[in-house]
């Protein structure tokens, strides 16, 4: 049965929310094949899949051909598609106008925009337009020229006052799930405790309503930096070095193609 933003709702206190990145039909099938409840089609390909040093650069037309892709890929996950930096910020109808690609003609089934309390009128007017929104705040990437780089938010007592009211503004706009990202694990326990909707944390520790991982961190892929929450499943990046090196090997050597891979 098709994951949908009210079933995944419904999950809060009642199971946990297991959740990925995807960003190509490939993985997609596996994912979902793997009974994940909610892909997340996340900015975060700007770095994983071209190459960029931060979120930052990626576009809407980036976002709307991997999320294309990811949809062919999906049966039962629901699919949110990240609406990539200044896609949102402007207006509450530039939000409309961009989140509307995400739908229409990628066929998301929601999206996710990063910020605060400051975003519950572009949230109430997502929503308003038939459009579901899940929130993202802590660590938000996109702010990562604010922060001065990829550090912890709510470690003081004010930080994380501001993110607990954040969270409540956001779950009082509308939207039906939030990611916690590097944040502090009691802060999250205590977010997740304030709010009626799912909590899903990356970097937050183990008390949130569900969990999510980029997919090429947790595959040992992505070979820049590893943050601490990450757990690395497989260690496909070694994996492939090790395919390529015996493929070249074999060509150059002759063994490969053999008598069985010919016509
Ligand atoms: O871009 C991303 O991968 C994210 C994660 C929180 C899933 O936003």
Redesign the pocket.
């Known amino acids: 049965m098709k994951w949908t933003v009210d079933r995944i709702r419904k999950l809060k206190g009642k199971g946990k929310i297991v ?3 995807a960003y190509d039909y490939s993985t997609a099938q596996l994912v979902d094949e793997a009974g994940i409840n909610l892909i ?7 770095m ?1 899949v071209l190459g960029y040093d931060s ?1 930052i650069p990626v576009t809407m037309d980036d976002m709307v051909h991997h999320t294309r892709a990811v949809m062919r890929g999906v049966t039962s996950a629901l699919v949110v598609a ?1 609406m990539p930096f200044l896609s949102y910020q402007v207006t509450p109808d530039q939000a409309v106008d961009n989140a509307g690609r995400l739908i229409k003609e990628a066929g998301a089934d929601a999206v ?1 925009i ?1 910020g605060g309390a400051f975003r519950a009128d572009t949230v109430r007017h997502l929503i308003a337009n038939g459009i579901p929104v899940m929130g ?1 705040i802590g660590l ?2 996109q702010s990562v020229r604010a922060f001065g780089g990829y550090k912890v938010q709510g470690r003081t007592g004010a930080g994380a006052d501001q993110l607990k009211a954040d969270a409540i503004a956001l779950a009082e706009a509308g939207v039906f799930a939030l ?1 916690l ?1 590097g944040i502090p694990a009691d802060l999250a326990v205590d977010i997740t405790a304030s709010v009626p909707v799912p909590t ?1 944390g ?1 970097g937050a520790g183990p008390g949130c309503d569900g969990q ?3 997919v090429h961190d947790m595959l040992g892929m992505y070979a820049k930096f590893t943050p601490k929450f990450v757990k690395r499943y497989a260690e496909l990046g070694g994996t492939m070095r090790h395919a390529f090196t015996s493929y070249k090997q074999e060509v150059e050597d002759g063994t490969f193609p053999a008598d069985e891979h010919c016509y």
Not at 40 to 46: E, N, P, Q, R
């Open positions: 959740s990925l990145t997340i089609v996340g900015d975060s390909l700007g994983t979120t990240d996710k990063e993202h938000t990437p990611v990202e899903v990356i999510v991982l980029v």
